[in-house]
Nanobody, 125 residues
């Protein structure tokens, strides 16, 4: 079966850091672009970042630009999201998603075919 599993979430203080992982099984993650999304209570799911299969093209939402970094290790079948300088407004469930055969680094929910179940990130003092 195709499966994406997020991990690395937790409770951190404002200004702290977390690294999220998106581990794939049933698919070779190197064939897929990966998007990171988040959803806070009462809000729509929004794009955070994306990375193409080659790893050399990335994109970020304005709200996280300069603080978050997406990377991938295709040999480990894993994509990462390094989150620094975390703010309370970053609190959300974070999801990774995969789409195959795309030339665009997009952060639109409807463009992705496979989704993980999410990991909770809470930024609070």
């Amino acid at each position: 079966q195709l499966q994406l599993v997020e991990s690395g979430g937790g409770l951190v203080q404002p200004g702290g850091s977390l690294r999220l992982s998106c581990a794939a099984s049933g698919l070779t993650i190197g064939y897929y672009a990966i998007g990171w999304f988040r959803q806070a209570p009462g809000k729509e799911r929004e794009g955070v970042s994306c990375i193409l299969s080659s790893g050399d093209i990335t994109n970020y939402a304005d709200s996280v630009k300069g603080r978050f970094t997406v990377s991938r290790d295709n040999a480990k079948n894993t994509v990462y999201l390094q989150m620094n300088s975390l703010k309370p407004e970053d609190t959300a469930v974070y999801y990774c998603a995969a789409v195959r055969r795309t030339l665009m680094c997009v952060m639109t929910v409807g463009e992705y075919d496979y989704w993980g179940q999410g990991t909770q990130v809470t930024v609070s003092s």
